[in-house]
């Protein structure tokens, strides 16, 4: 599975959009990127995925540049309960369809 | 809520011991994946069964073992436990084995070992 990067922590201001950016210099054709979130020690959250195209649903945008190394999630009014861990994840078709979690952002939601 | 389910939700044992965690998966999915997260090694994938069978194996020790049932739900046995297999342990379900892109994965709440 292709390697993401990104930062580990950042904060963002309550009622305002958060920017999650990440890396994933080494995707492949058929590779999806992933996003999932950890409150605390809850059990993973999904997101949203995608490939090539932007995504958007009632959580959240997904921003893919258009030679897909790179990818933003974006939260569009963040509030509280969206501090988190959020990880970003590249993951390839494979019958074993795993998920390899790296260390993620770590989001505060400052008020 | 996930609709996926992990019990129990707390347990607590002694070096050496053997424990049982219990996963059902959503309903209609048939994949069950098994994770482990604990301080130092972050979540890290340990099995997959589909519809009975055994789909992928990732870092899971040789004194842990997995199994899914008729019922599609899963139980994790780990035995001989060590002081460092304490960790949060959670499961996760998907429709099929994998593929598309859209088989996502649903996490349940886990399950927090610790041993003692």
């Known amino acids: 599975d292709a390697k993401t990067t990104q930062p580990p922590s950042m904060d963002c201001a309550e009622g305002r959009a958060a920017n999650l950016p990440c890396n994933h210099s080494?995707?492949?054709?058929?590779?999806?990127v992933y996003w999932y979130r950890q409150i605390h020690s809850q059990g993973p959250q999904y997101i949203i995925h995608?490939?090539?195209n932007n995504e958007t649903n009632e959580m959240a945008s997904l921003i893919i540049t258009e030679d897909r190394k790179s990818s933003t999630l974006i939260l569009p009014h963040a509030t509280l309960r969206d501090t988190a861990v959020y990880y970003c994840i590249v993951r390839v078709e494979s019958a074993g369809n795993k998920l390899t979690f790296g260390g993620g952002t770590r989001v505060l939601v400052k008020p | 809520d996930s609709g996926v389910t992990q019990t129990p939700k707390h347990l607590i044992t002694a070096t050496g011991q053997r424990v049982t965690l219990r996963c059902s998966p959503r309903s209609g999915d048939l994949s069950v994946y098994w994770y482990q997260q604990s301080l130092d090694q972050g979540l890290q994938f340990l099995i997959q069964?589909?519809?009975?069978?055994?789909?992928a194996k990732g870092n899971i020790l040789e004194r842990f073992s997995a199994q899914q049932f008729p019922d599609l739900h899963s139980e994790l046995n780990l035995s001989s436990l060590e002081l460092g297999d304490s960790a949060l342990y959670f499961c996760?379900?998907?429709?099929?084995?994998?593929?598309?892109?859209?088989?996502?994965?649903?996490f349940g709440p886990g399950t927090r070992l610790t041993v003692l």
């Open positions: 080494t995707i492949s054709g058929n590779e999806y």
């Open positions: 995608g490939l090539k």
């Open positions: 996760a379900s998907s429709v099929a084995p994998g593929g598309k892109g859209k088989d996502t994965q649903y």
């Open positions: 069964y589909y519809n009975g069978e055994e789909r």
